[in-house]
C-alpha cells in the first residue's frame, strides 16, 4: 500500500472515531487498523484502496462522514468499497440487515473481502460465552462469499477460526 494513503485513511479513521471505544474500552479505531491487517496479513491482499476502505469501513455508518468526504478525499473506488459496508440506520433492524446483505451481495467482491475480515476481527475479539451466538452473522457472510472466486482463500481462512475458537 502506499504510505500516503495508508497515512492518509489512517488519520481519517483515527479522527472519525477518535471519541468511541469498543465494548472493551479500547479505542475503536484499533477495531479498522485491525480488519486492515486482516485483509493484508492474513487474506493477502495489499492493494492500497482496499486497505484504505479496510481502514475507514465503519467511518459512514458509526461517524459524522458521509460518502462525499470518502469520495472526495480518496476517491471512487474507497467510497464504493466503504458505501457497501454501510448499513442504513434509517431502517428496521429486520429490513436493514435484509437490505445490507442485498447491497453486499450486489457491490463490488472487495466489499465482501472487507466484510470477511470485520467478521474475522469481530468474531476474534468477541467474548467465549458470546461466540456461539455470533456464528449465524460468520455464516450469511461465508454464504454470501461462496461464488466469489477470489475470496475462496479468505473464507477458508475464516471458517477455519471459527471452528478453532467454538470448539475450544
Same mark, same amino acid.
Given at each position: 500500500?502506499?504510505?500516503?494513503?495508508?497515512?492518509?485513511?489512517?488519520?481519517?479513521?483515527?479522527?472519525?472515531?477518535?471519541?468511541?471505544?469498543?465494548?472493551?474500552?479500547?479505542?475503536?479505531?484499533?477495531?479498522?487498523?485491525?480488519?486492515?491487517?486482516?485483509?493484508?496479513?492474513?487474506? /493477502?491482499?495489499?492493494?492500497?484502496?482496499?486497505?484504505?476502505? %479496510?481502514?475507514?469501513? !465503519?467511518?459512514?455508518? @458509526?461517524?459524522?462522514? #458521509?460518502?462525499?468526504?470518502?469520495?472526495?478525499?480518496?476517491?471512487?473506488?474507497?467510497?464504493?468499497?466503504?458505501?457497501?459496508?454501510?448499513?442504513?440506520?434509517?431502517?428496521?433492524?429486520?429490513?436493514?440487515?435484509?437490505?445490507?446483505?442485498?447491497?453486499?451481495?450486489? /457491490?463490488?467482491?472487495?466489499?465482501?473481502?472487507?466484510?470477511? %475480515?470485520?467478521?474475522? !476481527?469481530?468474531?476474534? @475479539?468477541?467474548?467465549? #460465552?458470546?461466540?456461539?451466538?455470533?456464528?449465524?452473522?460468520?455464516?450469511?457472510?461465508?454464504?454470501?462469499?461462496?461464488?466469489?472466486?477470489?475470496?475462496?482463500?479468505?473464507?477458508?481462512?475464516?471458517?477455519?477460526?471459527?471452528?478453532?475458537?467454538?470448539?475450544?
Amino acid at each position: 500500500m502506499s504510505n500516503s494513503l495508508w497515512q492518509e485513511a489512517s488519520a481519517f479513521a483515527s479522527n472519525a472515531h477518535a471519541h468511541q471505544t469498543r465494548n472493551d474500552g479500547t479505542p475503536y479505531v484499533s477495531h479498522c487498523f485491525r480488519v486492515a491487517m486482516t485483509v493484508d496479513i492474513i487474506f /493477502g491482499f495489499d492493494n492500497s484502496e482496499v486497505l484504505a476502505a %479496510a481502514l475507514l469501513h !465503519d467511518t459512514i455508518e @458509526d461517524c459524522d462522514v #458521509d460518502y462525499d468526504d470518502i469520495l472526495e478525499q480518496f476517491g471512487r473506488n474507497v467510497a464504493d468499497y466503504v458505501a457497501v459496508m454501510t448499513k442504513d440506520m434509517r431502517l428496521e433492524e429486520t429490513i436493514r440487515e435484509i437490505e445490507y446483505d442485498k447491497q453486499l451481495a450486489e /457491490g463490488p467482491w472487495q466489499g465482501r473481502l472487507i466484510k470477511l %475480515a470485520d467478521v474475522y !476481527d469481530n468474531f476474534s @475479539d468477541i467474548q467465549e #460465552d458470546k461466540r456461539r451466538g455470533f456464528v449465524e452473522k460468520v455464516q450469511r457472510v461465508l454464504l454470501l462469499t461462496e461464488n466469489d472466486a477470489e475470496l475462496q482463500g479468505s473464507r477458508q481462512k475464516l471458517q477455519q477460526l471459527v471452528d478453532e475458537l467454538v470448539s475450544c
